[in-house]
């Protein structure tokens, strides 16, 4: 099995960051139910304004093969799209447990 965490900083103001990071969540936590290689999805959006990043998701798969499977479904590339102007940066780790 493969945990997929990526994380999100967003851009704009907290509140337009809340927005987009809630739309991202709702659209993210709808995937297992479309992706069949999606064992899992969790989804958070940062509760400490004293930290930078908005939102990370843990999602597991099978194996890494899944990993590409999943970012090329058209579900999950439209949830992508969600964040449009306003993907600041993200990060990724992707290990077998």
Not at 43 to 61: C, K, Q, R, S, T
Request: glycine fraction near 4%.
């Amino acid at each position: 099995m493969v945990k997929h965490i990526v994380t999100f900083k967003l851009s704009g103001s907290p509140e337009e960051r809340r927005e987009v990071a809630e739309k991202f969540r709702d659209a993210l936590l709808a995937l297992p139910a479309q992706i069949d290689v999606l064992e899992s999805m969790e989804v958070g959006i940062n509760e400490n304004p004293a930290e930078d990043w908005d939102v990370v998701l843990v999602a597991v798969v099978p194996d890494m093969a899944s990993v590409d499977v999943y970012a090329k479904h058209p579900a999950h590339v439209a949830a992508a799209g969600l964040l449009a102007g306003h993907k600041e940066s993200r990060a990724c780790v992707d290990y077998n447990f």
